[in-house]
């Protein structure tokens, strides 16, 4: 017998429809009276032995709470059901088998065309299918001239086909949209028909590739039929690689899928060329990619995807205006300078900038301000970057002293070195996993020489170097130093010819996300050997070159040092002051700036 108590709410004699109970600390969620009237089931999860309230005591409204015990009803407790990891085992097993039978169903009629639940499948994703027209224009779009250059055809084209007609000229149906992630493919792809006017249908690559065979064909169909109905329109293709690559490759079996969709689409992008085009049936298809160098060469045939617009990272420039399309909603200090923000940000692409700037906007907001400042800005590249600030990371002096050697040493070579970036910022507040930072503002070119190179092989690896000029020691700080310097090191040697192995394309396929034509995939043992030497070589000639720089300087290395332990932070013109050995206004007692602006000091200060 169970220890139930039975806690009645009010009188004895009210109905059972609510009781409390309290079962040897289980807490009750329902209670049944067995059919036969003797006994009480009562159902529940454990609970720290408190009283609880339980809802109803269905079927009886008449059973009265010493009705139940005049009866003398007996208890029985049944643990709650349908948590136990069994039922939840037998749940997936029947799933599975579901699944199972579904599957070879489907492949038995993998020949699909015409078979009616393919289709059905085929159509019911029909909705992945976005139509808008779409307010998005060329305006919106930055820092991808050319590729926007290329495109105005299209809309031109869009905007009034006769005038190409009667020229008799073919325009390209397919257009391939190369560039890394988030540089805009997208972004064009809509603003090309909000130029145009014309309806937009957006897939994805992966939004084909399923599971059962002949699903992604039927889609493609369905796609391309919607497309027409809708014509003069665009249609959006994102990661066509995922059904585009080359047949016959990756992974064994399970490529009947892919293939089938493949086929699909290439017969549907020839039927453009046929009566559809007579017609006036102009749908545009552009699609986006990121490893042309995967695709199956029948997507690049002529008539096909036979044009490639490059949509690459921007440079400073475009940085900077991408900048400024994304601040148009967003209230600005006047100190910002954007075209400095474009300056610092090198690498980003137009997605990592408006998330750059919307960060920024969230810090302005926390601090309860109504303008985004400077600071604001360059703390959230910071955290987009690094991650937050870990103020409250507790870091013993040694390392704090030892990280701040390293990051000097990385400042000092690069104001020291003729060719490299300088640096902007100097950081020991730990930041994500990094215990401290020196971020440099690079020179916009559009060709590294080799001795810029050199420098900046020299700067990578000052780091280092200073740990063990100053302090004789050195620490687990300079892995990721190493990487990027290999990775320049190597294709100083493997692209770029830039060392005795000679003026060789030596890169693996596929090394890069732009290349066209075939790449030499081998080399002799000979050449890989000679490769490796010419990279070590690099790389301890710089770490040599870094290390007797740094000693020349030891006496600033120590200087630099100790002001930034003692202000956690210093600016690329603290910096400076510094290095001509002038002194800092002491924290606290400096003029009070004026908001996002950096620090007024002047070098002749000393
Ligand atoms: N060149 C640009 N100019 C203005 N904004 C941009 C640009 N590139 C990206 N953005 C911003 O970033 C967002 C994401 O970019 P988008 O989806 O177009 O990139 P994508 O190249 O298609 O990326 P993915 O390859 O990951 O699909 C855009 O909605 C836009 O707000
Ligand atoms: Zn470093």
């Given at each position: 017998?169970?220890?139930?108590?039975?806690?009645?709410?009010?009188?004895?004699?009210?109905?059972?429809?609510?009781?409390?109970?309290?079962?040897?600390?289980?807490?009750?969620?329902?209670?049944?009276?067995?059919?036969?009237?003797?006994?009480?089931?009562?159902?529940?999860?454990?609970?720290?032995?408190?009283?609880?309230?339980?809802?109803?005591?269905?079927?009886?409204?008449?059973?009265?709470?010493?009705?139940?015990?005049?009866?003398?009803?007996?208890?029985?407790?049944?643990?709650?059901?349908?948590?136990?990891?069994?039922?939840?085992?037998?749940?997936?097993?029947?799933?599975?088998?579901?699944?199972?039978?579904?599957?070879?169903?489907?492949?038995?009629?993998?020949?699909?065309?015409?078979?009616?639940?393919?289709?059905?499948?085929?159509?019911?994703?029909?909705?992945?299918?976005?139509?808008?027209?779409?307010?998005?224009?060329?305006?919106?779009?930055?820092?991808?001239?050319?590729?926007?250059?290329?495109?105005?055809?299209?809309?031109?084209?869009?905007?009034?086909?006769?005038?190409?007609?009667?020229?008799?000229?073919?325009?390209?149906h397919g257009?391939?949209?190369?560039?890394?992630?988030?540089?805009?493919?997208?972004?064009?792809?809509?603003?090309?028909?909000?130029?145009?006017?014309?309806?937009?249908?957006?897939?994805?690559?992966?939004?084909f590739?399923?599971?059962?065979?002949?699903?992604?064909a039927a889609r493609v169909r369905d796609l391309f039929e919607q497309a027409r109905?809708?014509?003069?329109?665009?249609i959006?293709m994102?990661?066509?690689?995922?059904v585009?690559?080359?047949?016959?490759?990756?992974?064994?079996?399970?490529?009947?899928?892919?293939?089938?969709t493949l086929n699909q689409l290439l017969v549907e992008m020839d039927g453009f060329r046929g009566?559809a085009?007579?017609?006036?049936q102009?749908i545009?298809i552009?699609?986006?990619?990121?490893?042309?160098?995967?695709?199956?060469?029948?997507l690049?045939?002529?008539g096909r995807?036979?044009?490639?617009?490059?949509?690459?990272?921007?440079?400073?420039?475009?940085?900077?205006?991408?900048?400024?399309?994304?601040?148009?909603?967003?209230?600005?200090?006047?100190?910002?300078?954007?075209?400095?923000?474009?300056?610092?940000?090198?690498?980003?692409?137009?997605?990592?900038?408006?998330?750059?700037?919307?960060?920024?906007?969230?810090?302005?907001?926390?601090?309860?301000?109504?303008?985004?400042?400077?600071?604001?800005?360059?703390?959230?590249?910071?955290?987009?970057?690094?991650?937050?600030?870990?103020?409250?990371?507790?870091?013993?002096?040694?390392?704090?002293?030892?990280?701040?050697?390293?990051?000097?040493?990385?400042?000092?070579?690069?104001?020291?070195?003729?060719?490299?970036?300088?640096?902007?910022?100097?950081?020991?507040?730990?930041?994500?996993?990094?215990?401290?930072?020196?971020?440099?503002?690079?020179?916009?070119?559009?060709?590294?020489?080799?001795?810029?190179?050199?420098?900046?092989?020299?700067?990578?690896?000052?780091?280092?170097?200073?740990?063990?000029?100053?302090?004789?020691?050195?620490?687990?700080?300079?892995?990721?130093?190493?990487?990027?310097?290999?990775?320049?090191?190597?294709?100083?040697?493997?692209?770029?010819?830039?060392?005795?192995?000679?003026?060789?394309?030596?890169?693996?396929?596929?090394?890069?996300?732009?290349?066209?034509?075939?790449?030499?995939?081998?080399?002799?043992?000979?050449?890989?050997?000679?490769?490796?030497?010419?990279?070590?070589?690099?790389?301890?000639?710089?770490?040599?070159?870094?290390?007797?720089?740094?000693?020349?300087?030891?006496?600033?290395?120590?200087?630099?040092?100790?002001?930034?332990?003692?202000?956690?932070?210093?600016?690329?013109?603290?910096?400076?002051?510094?290095?001509?050995?002038?002194?800092?206004?002491?924290?606290?007692?400096?003029?009070?700036?004026?908001?996002?602006?950096?620090?007024?000091?002047?070098?002749?200060?000393?």
């Amino acid at each position: 017998m169970l220890g139930l108590t039975l806690l009645s709410p009010g009188p004895k004699e009210m109905p059972l429809s609510e009781f409390t109970a309290q079962l040897d600390g289980r807490r009750v969620e329902t209670a049944v009276l067995r059919p036969d009237g003797d006994t009480l089931e009562l159902h529940g999860l454990l609970v720290g032995g408190k009283p609880y309230q339980t809802r109803t005591l269905p079927g009886d409204p008449a059973l009265t709470f010493s009705e139940l015990q005049r009866r003398g009803v007996k208890v029985a407790y049944r643990p709650p059901s349908g948590t136990s990891w069994l039922t939840v085992l037998s749940w997936m097993l029947s799933l599975l088998l579901i699944g199972v039978l579904l599957y070879m169903l489907f492949r038995s009629r993998q020949m699909g065309n015409g078979d009616p639940a393919a289709q059905a499948f085929g159509k019911s994703r029909a909705s992945v299918v976005n139509i808008d027209r779409v307010g998005v224009t060329f305006a919106d779009v930055a820092g991808c001239e050319e590729a926007k250059a290329d495109l105005q055809e299209v809309v031109d084209f869009l905007r009034q086909p006769d005038k190409y007609r009667a020229l008799g000229a073919r325009i390209p149906h397919g257009l391939l949209l190369v560039g890394p992630p988030g540089s805009g493919k997208t972004l064009l792809a809509k603003a090309v028909a909000g130029e145009a006017g014309v309806p937009y249908f957006a897939i994805s690559g992966s939004d084909f590739v399923e599971m059962f065979v002949g699903v992604g064909a039927a889609r493609v169909r369905d796609l391309f039929e919607q497309a027409r109905k809708a014509a003069p329109c665009i249609i959006f293709m994102d990661e066509i690689d995922a059904v585009g690559r080359k047949r016959g490759t990756g992974m064994q079996g399970g490529n009947d899928e892919r293939e089938q969709t493949l086929n699909q689409l290439l017969v549907e992008m020839d039927g453009f060329r046929g009566e559809a085009a007579a017609e006036g049936q102009d749908i545009i298809i552009l699609a986006a990619t990121n490893r042309p160098d995967v695709l199956d060469a029948a997507l690049l045939r002529p008539g096909r995807f036979d044009r490639q617009v490059v949509v690459d990272a921007p440079d400073a420039a475009g940085r900077e205006r991408i900048l400024r399309i994304h601040s148009r909603t967003k209230p600005l200090d006047p100190g910002v300078d954007l075209a400095l923000i474009a300056r610092r940000t090198a690498g980003m692409v137009g997605a990592d900038l408006e998330n750059l700037l919307n960060e920024a906007a969230l810090l302005a907001a926390r601090s309860e301000r109504h303008r985004i400042l400077m600071s604001d800005i360059d703390e959230a590249r910071d955290r987009v970057l690094m991650g937050p600030e870990r103020r409250s990371l507790v870091i013993e002096e040694a390392d704090r002293r030892i990280t701040a050697y390293h990051e000097v040493g990385h400042a000092l070579a690069a104001q020291l070195l003729p060719h490299a970036d300088k640096a902007h910022k100097l950081t020991v507040v730990p930041r994500g996993r990094a215990l401290g930072a020196a971020l440099y503002t690079p020179e916009d070119r559009l060709h590294l020489s080799r001795s810029a190179m050199l420098d900046q092989l020299c700067v990578a690896l000052a780091g280092h170097a200073a740990e063990q000029v100053a302090v004789g020691e050195v620490t687990t700080g300079a892995a990721n130093d190493f990487q990027q310097a290999t990775a320049l090191a190597r294709r100083m040697v493997t692209e770029w010819g830039m060392s005795e192995v000679g003026p060789l394309a030596l890169a693996e396929e596929g090394s890069t996300y732009l290349s066209y034509g075939p790449q030499p995939s081998s080399y002799s043992d000979q050449t890989a050997e000679a490769i490796d030497r010419a990279v070590t070589d690099l790389l301890n000639s710089q770490y040599r070159r870094a290390a007797d720089l740094l000693t020349e300087h030891i006496h600033l290395l120590h200087r630099l040092t100790d002001v930034l332990l003692a202000r956690e932070s210093l600016s690329g013109e603290e910096l400076a002051v510094v290095m001509q050995g002038g002194t800092l206004p002491v924290l606290g007692t400096a003029p009070a700036k004026p908001p996002g602006v950096l620090p007024q000091l002047k070098p002749e200060l000393a």
